[in-house]
């Protein structure tokens, strides 16, 4: 069997309207390289060496879409920075809940430890992005910090925010105040609620935060997750 180098896949996912995809993947860095409205409607969108491709389906539901992608990326941190920052300038906000959203990188149990992120596009396409390398993290030790990374499996991977939220509430509970992994599963509760609509419950647990001793990385997350609940 004779190999083939330079193979391209390129993920074909269905939408609403594909004007709306484009002003939403515009924002993100693509450009429209394609695009038609008859006989069917589709667009494609291309950032660097990433293409994807949608078609626009009559009557179709976003909140019920099974479409999904993974996308891997040498330098996580770096594209979800620059996603916020298109969101931000396009929206005024990153959107935290609703259709579309994106999320913040975390490390992933179900992923062997890769730290990831997700964008659920205006279609309700989950586009998984992952880095190439893996973490380089010590691994989940307290309880809390298991509890904390079961919950980012059941909402970033299941889409289950409120067991998700159940999860780390039950673990928060009976947390010691000097857990290491306190932190970051608050600041992870925190952005739950904002996916939750809770702006209140998010708020308070950001006072909590604002009272407590943390990195330079994590004031800068309260930072951003404030603005955008604004």
Same mark, same amino acid.
């Given at each position: 069997?004779?190999?083939?180098?330079?193979?391209?896949?390129?993920?074909?996912?269905?939408?609403?309207?594909?004007?709306?995809?484009?002003?939403?993947?515009?924002?993100?860095?693509?450009?429209?390289?394609?695009?038609?409205?008859?006989?069917?409607?589709?667009?494609?969108?291309?950032?660097?060496?990433?293409?994807?491709?949608?078609?626009?389906?009559?009557?179709?539901?976003?909140?019920?879409?099974?479409?999904?992608?993974?996308?891997?990326?040498?330098?996580?941190?770096?594209?979800?920075?620059?996603?916020?920052?298109?969101?931000?300038?396009?929206?005024?906000?990153?959107?935290?809940?609703?259709?579309?959203?994106?999320?913040?990188?975390?490390?992933?149990?179900?992923?062997?430890?890769?730290?990831?992120?997700?964008?659920?596009?205006?279609?309700?396409?989950?586009?998984?992005?992952?880095?190439?390398?893996?973490?380089?993290?010590?691994?989940?030790?307290?309880?809390?910090?298991?509890?904390?990374?079961?919950?980012?499996?059941?909402?970033?991977?299941?889409?289950?925010?409120?067991?998700?939220?159940?999860?780390?509430?039950?673990?928060?509970? =009976?947390?010691? /105040?000097?857990?290491?992994?306190?932190? $970051?599963?608050?600041?992870?509760? #925190? &952005? *739950?609620? +904002?996916? %939750?609509?809770?702006?209140?419950?998010?708020?308070?647990?950001? =006072?909590?935060? /604002?009272?407590?001793?943390?990195?330079? $990385?994590?004031?800068?997350?309260? #930072? &951003? *997750?404030? +603005?955008? %609940?604004?």
């Amino acid at each position: 069997m004779v190999g083939m180098a330079d193979e391209i896949a390129i993920p074909l996912l269905p939408c609403s309207s594909i004007d709306e995809m484009a002003d939403f993947y515009s924002a993100l860095g693509f450009r429209t390289t394609y695009r038609q409205l008859r006989p069917n409607p589709y667009v494609a969108m291309q950032r660097e060496d990433l293409q994807l491709h949608f078609f626009g389906m009559p009557g179709f539901v976003p909140a019920d879409s099974y479409g999904t992608c993974a996308v891997l990326v040498p330098d996580i941190q770096a594209l979800h920075q620059q996603f916020a920052a298109g969101l931000r300038a396009r929206f005024g906000k990153v959107p935290l809940s609703g259709i579309p959203r994106m999320t913040r990188p975390r490390p992933r149990k179900n992923n062997g430890g890769v730290t990831g992120f997700s964008v659920v596009d205006p279609g309700g396409n989950w586009i998984r992005i992952s880095a190439l390398a893996p973490s380089t993290s010590a691994g989940a030790e307290s309880r809390l910090a298991v509890s904390l990374e079961n919950a980012v499996v059941m909402a970033d991977s299941h889409g289950d925010h409120r067991q998700a939220a159940r999860i780390l509430d039950t673990a928060l509970r =009976k947390a010691p /105040s000097d857990d290491p992994a306190l932190v $970051e599963a608050l600041l992870y509760r #925190a &952005e *739950l609620a +904002a996916t %939750l609509d809770e702006t209140d419950k998010s708020l308070d647990i950001v =006072k909590k935060l /604002s009272e407590m001793e943390l990195t330079a $990385e994590q004031r800068t997350q309260i #930072a &951003e *997750l404030t +603005a955008d %609940l604004s």
